[in-house]
């Protein structure tokens, strides 16, 4: 199972700038010239009785400011990192926009990968086993033959294939690949294997040939190829041809070809044309809208034997782990209506149930796995009817086993590794968690003749008093691990301004002055207890949500009273 990042990297170079100078990722350079001057006031060697801390601190806010000042610098910050800027970018040229520098970036990296490039591979399969279970919901079946009333149904696996393919890079532009499929219906098998080459001429334009073989003595070729053309225009061809030696005499059919035009009609809005010539000849048009939120699409198809209309919507839910799906799909050959959901458990892994109901399908129950390249997908027919009750079964038992699975086995065990995986990490980083450790213990000594005047203003105007501020690890009751915390209500009492401490949402608090990570990979809170106006106030927020006080709703006095 797959886990959230260590925050291994996070640690080693975790200068954050914009944590450095308490400004937001999208702040502009107004804001950032306002932080930057407003710390400098504080934090000024001639302004702090500690020459040697305030001059490092001090240092360290200059070179953050002087990077994010710098348009391009920036650039390079905001996608690659502190890291980044140490490339070897062989630029630095002040006529060169970021859009440039990460086009220099990402070609010395393609250089440096080359050298790695045969030793690559990419492989992807995919498992598929049918299932027929009828036999449970339609009960019409042996009516008619008393020998089957004490037999057992039980459903019937029809299916099975299983298809692997291995990519092998020979060089930037040109890449190989291997597929192998194997299948087994009602107890007979076949086979086939594909080798292909693709040649990519350009970003805009590539071109692939295929040779395979299969069990039937015969062979097939095809050239596919793709071709952009300006102005959102693009165009796919693919060209078949099987070839059979019967009796010493070559014979080459062709199976028939399929050519595709798109084009880009607006923003998130695109469409095609398709062309597929063959046994199963026809004309469709596609139409697909698509946004961070929600993606709608429309097809119409005229061809033999059949012609039919779809319209088909997914929304993504707000956390963007999740989706839903409902399509309607109406024809020459009848009409089936398609409803489902799909979730991210992982980085790395997609799970989904899809259930079609219609005619000529009856009730069809479709489970589907992509973990890592691999694709795992069971088809269950459920019913050869629209059977109510197999349409039941097939929407609500998939989400109470997954419900169950998630809750009583996944959780827990994510839960067991990231704690397992924390401690590692911490173990392995303990000299750089000491080191920053001292860092911020040595800003707080020099914090503190600053921070007492300004509690004392505070406290004169009856303001923002911060008692007790813990940042770190804060574990539940069921929990095996030990809390990590650090007191930082020096430095936060350091950041209040007029009565008001306010931090960005984007930033890692661990990056402010005075702030270490005391627990890396560990999800870390900051719990803030303080006075206003005579009344206590307390309030707790996660690592990267924003810090607004004082507020009326943190108040403890009020709610002790009622």
């Not at 937001?24 to 107004?30: E, L, P, T």
Request: hydrophobic share 35%; charged share 25%.
């Amino acid at each position: 199972m797959d886990l959230p990042s260590s925050g291994l990297e996070e640690l080693v170079d975790n200068e954050d700038f914009y944590s450095l100078l308490n400004a937001s990722r999208q702040a502009s350079q107004d804001d950032l010239k306002a932080s930057y001057r407003r710390l400098c006031m504080v934090y000024h060697p001639d302004k702090q009785s500690n020459n040697k801390e305030a001059s490092d601190i001090f240092i360290r806010i200059q070179e953050a400011f002087n990077v994010l000042s710098d348009p391009t610098r920036r650039h390079i910050y905001d996608v690659y990192g502190k890291s980044g800027l140490d490339a070897d970018w062989q630029l630095m040229e002040r006529r060169k926009s970021p859009q440039e520098m990460q086009e220099e970036y990402e070609r010395i990296q393609r250089i440096r990968a080359q050298q790695r490039l045969e030793e690559r591979t990419h492989p992807e399969g995919s498992f598929s086993m049918s299932i027929n279970a009828s036999s449970l919901f339609d009960d019409n079946q042996f009516d008619q033959d008393e020998y089957y009333d004490d037999q057992i149904a039980l459903p019937d696996i029809t299916t099975m294939s299983i298809t692997q393919s291995i990519q092998a890079p020979l060089s930037l532009s040109h890449t190989a690949t291997l597929t192998g499929n194997l299948q087994s219906t009602n107890g007979n098998g076949h086979g086939n294997l594909n080798v292909s080459l693709r040649k990519t001429m350009s970003s805009k334009m590539w071109g692939e040939f295929i040779v395979g073989a299969n069990d039937s003595n015969s062979f097939n070729l095809a050239l596919k190829g793709y071709r952009s053309m300006g102005g959102g225009v693009f165009a796919m061809v693919h060209l078949p041809a099987e070839m059979m030696v019967d009796d010493g005499i070559l014979a080459v059919s062709l199976p028939g070809a399929n050519f595709t035009l798109g084009r880009v009609l607006g923003e998130n809005l695109y469409g095609s044309l398709n062309l597929a010539t063959g046994s199963n000849s026809h004309f469709s048009t596609t139409v697909v809208h698509e946004t961070m939120a929600m993606r709608f699409s429309a097809k119409l198809q005229l061809g033999i034997p059949h012609s039919f209309g779809m319209i088909s919507a997914k929304y993504k839910m707000p956390d963007r782990t999740s989706s839903v799906k409902v399509s309607l799909e109406a024809g020459t050959f009848g009409a089936i209506v398609e409803y489902g959901a799909e979730h991210q458990m992982s980085h790395n892994s997609i799970v989904s149930a899809h259930v079609r109901i219609g005619v000529p399908i009856g009730v069809t129950l479709k489970l589907r796995l992509n973990r890592f390249t691999q694709t795992y997908l069971i088809p269950i027919t459920l019913s050869e009817e629209v059977n109510p009750v197999a349409a039941f079964y097939g929407t609500v038992a998939p989400l109470l086993i997954y419900a169950g699975v998630h809750f009583l086995i996944i959780r827990p065990y994510r839960r067991k590794e990231k704690e397992r995986l924390s401690e590692e990490n911490e173990e392995s980083l303990v000299n750089e968690t000491k080191k920053k450790k001292d860092e911020a213990e040595s800003t707080i000594q020099m914090m503190k003749e600053s921070t007492e005047r300004k509690i004392d203003a505070e406290e004169r105007r009856m303001g923002l008093v911060i008692t007790e501020a813990w940042y770190g690890r804060f574990v539940s009751e069921d929990s095996s691990k030990i809390p990590k915390l650090i007191d930082v209500a020096i430095p936060l009492q350091n950041l209040v301004e007029n009565s008001k401490l306010q931090l960005p949402a984007d930033i890692t608090k661990s990056g402010l002055p005075g702030f270490y990570d005391p627990c890396p990979g560990s999800d870390k809170k900051l719990k803030i207890t303080y006075k206003f106006r005579g009344g206590l106030h307390s309030v707790a927020f996660d690592d990267k949500e924003a810090v607004r006080i004082p507020l009326r709703s943190h108040s403890v006095t009020n709610e002790t009273s009622n």
